[in-house]
């Protein structure tokens, strides 16, 4: 039995398939993550590598994940504004398809793009 401890329960007792160990291979941070099984809420803590090294060694499976590569991109333009995101949301309530709500918005972003965002 591995104890946690949930921030809705407080401690709690699981077996090893209740959690996993997740590393981040772009940062090599990692953290265990388990469903309590009181409340049924999901947890997840950072976790130090000793840690780490005692979880795995009782049994507990790895899972490795890494950063999006969107994140390197370059960002380029004007930020989304709360104002963009309601005329967004009333656009797809409007009834039109999403191609046509997509070429409207591509026309605005090109009229407003500077050089610099049109490469």
């Not at 005692?54 to 590569?69: D, F, R």
């Not at 995101?85 to 407003?112: I, K, M, P, V, Y």
């Amino acid at each position: 039995m591995i104890r946690a401890s949930c921030p809705t329960c407080g401690d709690v007792e699981l077996t090893t398939r209740d959690v996993r160990v997740l590393l981040c291979s772009t940062t090599y941070e990692s953290s265990y993550a388990f469903q309590c099984p009181s409340c049924r809420v999901a947890v997840a803590k950072p976790a130090e590598a000793r840690v780490v090294d005692v979880l795995l060694a009782s049994g507990i499976s790895l899972s490795v994940w890494q950063m999006p590569a969107e994140l390197d991109e370059a960002k380029t333009g004007q930020p989304i504004s709360y104002d963009d995101l309601l005329e967004f949301h009333f656009q797809l309530g409007s009834g039109a398809d999403l191609d046509t709500l997509l070429a409207a918005g591509t026309a605005r972003w090109l009229e407003n793009a500077g050089p610099q965002d049109v490469a």
